[in-house]
């Protein structure tokens, strides 16, 4: 086989290509890129120099453009991949701008870089190990590419993000994020309706053509779009910079027609609608997006319902939004928030006190048991945001778990809203005595306050095991989430093992519509695959401790936990904690 540099020189040698080593300042090239409808037009280049090793084995051509519509828009977000050829062969592709340059100075990528296999290191990557929080929904995006260029920065021309079927609310809340890693969200900007069915002809996907990276489609669509900037035979390459830097990924593309352009003070931008399939990026590098044209993608069918409250003034009543998503570990998360967000903005009131319960399945291929959500949320203004991380966190922790076999089949959500905020705190809790023998059975009584003052007295038995050490034993009364971020922790010592493993982590999350009562000691123990083992003789401690390191090792604790009790406080919300001690006596 031949290396890699070869191979390139090979490819060089064989395609008219112009290389980076022969450009020359004051040199003449000619642009294509689409300003109306489906319509291939030229724009000029003028060469300003080449800026070398501006990044890792990156180079960049720096070129005024200059005709057809961008004497009156400058640089188009919607042109990155636009192909510039110098003699008759291909050069590049515009992928770079300077922010609120007064001219339209572009960066264009090499094209050897674009074909480069070593591209497929992405600047994000997998995460060592997923975890459950609300970061993990972003947390393999990488920001926009940049760089610095004698004091001034040099930047990825933004991905125009066009939304469809979703409110502006959920449109400006994700704006902040999306544009981080290089997404340009477009408001009251649709990516297009329903697309053709039939896969578009081949020849339509050209150098100099749109396309839209379609990400969600159906009663709430987001495309993506730019412009090809080489074709060899079925495999297509565009954009001239990352998308995502997701690496591999089965992202569909549509092709595209431009309905018109918008000139800004800021930053102009092309607004295009999708018509019909086309293909399916398959790499998403920091120099290019490369696919294959003709190829469908897998996507995931999506239904979300949201129920407002009975017969309340006003209600949205009953909703049902029904889409198809992309699979990607990265991007179907983030994809499943916003949709989740919009779907109870759409329907139900956003501010003032509110509650919201989430149940749900995301179903997975070849017969892997579903994840399931049952969960609700309370609060003052923020119930949609956290009801949306409530089915995008599960989602990320198990598609970044780095198993092959968790493969998203369908997601179904069901919300139901109420315009009260149906909340208990944990007020008070003890036992009904300080001292208890061995086999002995106490009373706890745990007191919940509502926000109006209203209190609710919850009473549950605990037995203290036969033959239990003299000494303090611990209770600590608390909601399910403290509970759940107590077990998750030890999953930095204890990873799964398996895909199942992984599921049923998520699965056994506590809800927050109950109290937990653990019952616990101050001395060393062990978690075993999410079971306590409390105190073990120390022989097996020896051969845990020496697992620790070891994939789904036992995670050693500074507590051993002894039981745990959960008490149903129906459909309302718990927070809180209290702790108190029995003192075990022989």
Do not use: C
Request: charged share 20%.
């Amino acid at each position: 086989m031949l290396p890699a540099y070869l191979l390139i020189a090979a490819m060089a040698a064989a395609q008219p290509f112009f290389p980076v080593s022969e450009v020359r300042p004051g040199m003449r090239g000619e642009g294509r890129t689409v300003f109306e409808g489906n319509r291939i037009e030229a724009f000029q280049a003028e060469i300003l120099g080449v800026l070398e090793n501006i990044g890792p084995r990156q180079s960049l051509v720096l070129a005024r453009l200059s005709g057809g519509a961008l004497d009156r828009t400058g640089l188009l977000q919607g042109m990155s991949g636009s192909p510039v050829y110098v003699d008759g062969r291909l050069l590049g592709a515009v992928a770079m701008s300077f922010p609120f340059s007064k001219e339209p100075v572009a960066g264009i990528r090499p094209i050897e870089e674009m074909l480069r296999p070593e591209t497929a290191v992405t600047v994000a990557g997998l995460p060592a190990r997923a975890t459950l929080h609300a970061h993990a929904v972003t947390a393999g995006f990488a920001p926009r590419g940049s760089f610095e260029s004698a004091g001034t920065r040099l930047q990825d021309i933004a991905t125009p993000l066009s939304f469809g079927g979703f409110t502006q609310r959920t449109i400006e809340q994700f704006a902040g994020q999306l544009r981080r890693i290089g997404l340009e969200p477009l408001q009251g900007v649709s990516s297009g309706g329903e697309l053709g069915a039939a896969m578009a002809a081949r020849e339509l996907v050209q150098p100099g053509a749109m396309i839209s990276v379609q990400l969600l489609s159906g009663d709430m669509n987001v495309g993506a779009d730019g412009t090809v900037t080489h074709v060899e035979g079925d495999r297509v390459y565009a954009f001239g910079h990352r998308f995502l830097a997701v690496g591999e990924t089965e992202l569909p593309f549509a092709r595209a027609e431009v309905i018109t352009l918008l000139p800004s003070l800021s930053t102009s931008f092309k607004i295009s609608a999708a018509r019909e399939w086309a293909g399916v990026i398959t790499r998403d590098t920091s120099a290019a997006v490369s696919g294959h044209v003709g190829r469908q993608a897998t996507l995931v069918p999506v239904t979300i319902s949201v129920e407002g409250p009975a017969g309340a003034p006003g209600s949205g009543g009953r909703m049902v939004y029904r889409m198809q998503m992309v699979r990607d570990r990265f991007l179907s998360p983030l994809l499943l928030q916003m949709a989740t967000f919009s779907a109870i903005d759409a329907t139900e009131r956003m501010l003032g006190a509110g509650s919201l319960t989430l149940s749900g399945r995301l179903a997975f291929e070849g017969g892997a048991e579903p994840v399931r959500l049952d969960n609700m949320y309370a609060g003052e203004g923020n119930v949609p945001m956290q009801a949306s991380l409530g089915a995008a966190v599960p989602l990320a922790y198990v598609l970044q778990s780095g198993f092959e076999g968790l493969r998203l089949s369908g997601v179904e959500l069901n919300l139901r809203t109420f315009n009260e905020k149906r909340l208990w705190r944990i007020d008070q809790a003890w036992p009904s005595r300080r001292t208890a023998r061995p086999g002995e059975a106490l009373e706890l009584t745990v007191v919940l306050t509502g926000d109006n003052g209203v209190e609710r007295v919850h009473r549950t038995n605990y037995t203290v095991p036969p033959g239990a050490p003299s000494g303090t034993l611990n209770f600590t009364v608390t909601d399910g989430p403290a509970a759940n971020l107590s077990d998750v922790q030890h999953l930095v010592h204890g990873p799964a093992r398996s895909a199942g493993q992984v599921v049923s982590l998520v699965n056994s999350l506590r809800s927050s519509t109950a109290v937990y009562v653990r019952v616990w000691r101050p001395e060393p123990g062990f978690e075993i695959q999410g079971r306590s083992l409390p105190k073990p003789p120390s022989s097996v401690s020896l051969v845990l401790s020496r697992s620790q390191t070891a994939v789904g090792g036992a995670a050693a604790s500074q507590v051993s936990r002894i039981a745990e009790l959960s008490i149903a406080a129906g459909e309302a919300v718990v927070t809180g904690t209290r702790t108190f001690q029995v003192e075990v006596k022989e």
